[in-house]
């Protein structure tokens, strides 16, 4: 274990899976005490950072409810007495369809739990951050957030939000000591790709083919461009969005 944030605390939304799993664990890996959050209930990555020796938390949270956010926010001030920083990550693709053909239904769930979601998770995050003196906020965008992407206009529409979101609280925070940020993953394996894909040839090969360097992207990639966001050796930066993909060509 190292100590790089040794008895800090860090919030993971979505982090029973994917790349906030891969996120909590390396953090975990540094020292930090981590709250894993997600809306289901799986003690798989609490009982890997203990396994690592660490100390972690799950809670089950709907980041699109009100009462759930701050819920998740009390109960890791209650078991840990400080929040020090959080990877807003839980988002979901919603369904597949032309923007004319995008229901209702699945713009209000998309736009709730992938934008509203993060407005609401930095509302209650903050003002606990702010009682440290200094911290960091890193929420996750996508590639989608700097480009269209055809038959996922509530994703897209989603993404973008966080973007834009983020650079006004990391304007807002600058002066207060909190650093905010924005990661924008490209094509990662992730059981979420899985699901756009189908796991079909034809459909990971047209994905893959929208990454230069051929392959998906790791969810330890993006782990570790997180870990350095909310390093001190990130700590001229705020309000960035950070692109981590083998160089994405959607247009």
């Not at 909590?24 to 894993?36: E, P, Q, S, T, Y």
Request: net charge negative; proline share 3%.
């Amino acid at each position: 274990m190292e100590t790089t944030f040794k008895n800090k605390v860090v919030i993971v939304t979505g982090g029973s899976s994917g790349i906030g799993r891969a996120t909590a664990l390396a953090f975990a890996k540094k020292g930090a005490k981590v709250a894993i959050v997600d809306w289901i209930e799986s003690n798989e990555t609490v009982n890997g950072i203990k396994d690592l020796g660490g100390e972690a938390i799950f809670i089950k949270c709907d980041v699109s409810k009100t009462a759930d956010v701050k819920a998740m926010v009390e109960k890791t001030i209650a078991a840990f007495d400080r929040l020090d920083y959080a990877y807003n990550n839980a988002g979901i693709e919603g369904k597949s369809a032309p923007t004319h053909e995008c229901t209702e239904e699945n713009w209000d769930e998309t736009i709730g739990i992938n934008l509203k979601g993060i407005w609401l998770c930095m509302k209650y995050e903050i003002p606990e951050i702010l009682k440290q003196g200094k911290g960091t906020i890193v929420n996750c965008a996508s590639v989608a957030g700097l480009v269209g992407f055809a038959g996922l206009p509530a994703y897209v529409a989603s993404k973008h939000g966080v973007i834009g979101l983020t650079k006004t609280a990391a304007l807002e925070c600058a002066k207060l000591g909190i650093r905010v940020n924005v990661v924008c993953p490209g094509v990662i394996q992730t059981p979420m790709i899985d699901r756009l894909t189908g796991k079909t040839k034809e459909a990971i090969e047209q994905f893959t083919g929208l990454e230069p360097v051929g392959r998906f992207g790791q969810p330890e990639e993006i782990a570790n461009a997180v870990v350095w966001m909310c390093s001190d050796e990130a700590s001229f930066v705020t309000g960035h969005a950070m692109a981590v993909d083998g160089g994405f060509v959607a247009q």
